[in-house]
Nanobody, 124 residues
Framework: QVQVVESGGRSVQAGDSLRLSCAAS????????MGWFRQAPGKEREFVAA????????AYADSVKGRFTISRDNAKNTVYLQMNSLKPEDTAVYYC?????????????????WGQGTQVTVSS
């Protein structure tokens, strides 16, 4: 059985940094791409970042490129999202998701398992 659990969300000030973690249970974690999405109140869930099976290929939304970094440690079954220079518009619930293949994807429909989300609030 696959479980995905995010952690690390909290309230911070604009300009601060924060690292989110995502632990995924189940067999063969290293076979699958992992992604981060976020959803702000009243808005649709949007793509943030993704990494392929070994982290050798990554992708980012234009809104976070240069500020956020996705990485993974397959030995720990964990993927991370390092967020720097946070802005109020980054405020959202952040979700971690696992795909069923090793290639990364940028669409919600490409991911099969989802965590419950972790709240990130950025105040000015």
């Amino acid at each position: 059985q696959v479980q995905v659990v995010e952690s690390g969300g909290r309230s911070v000030q604009a300009g601060d940094s924060l690292r989110l973690s995502c632990a995924a249970s189940g067999l063969s974690f290293s076979n699958y791409a992992m992604g981060w999405f976020r959803q702000a109140p009243g808005k649709e869930r949007e793509f943030v970042a993704a990494a392929n099976w070994n982290g050798g290929h990554t992708a980012y939304a234009d809104s976070v490129k240069g500020r956020f970094t996705i990485s993974r440690d397959n030995a720990k079954n964990t993927v991370y999202l390092q967020m720097n220079s946070l802005k109020p518009e980054d405020t959202a619930v952040y979700y971690c998701a696992r795909r069923s293949i090793g290639l990364l994807g940028r669409e919600r429909s490409e991911y099969n398992y989802w965590g419950q989300g972790t709240q990130v609030t950025v105040s000015s």
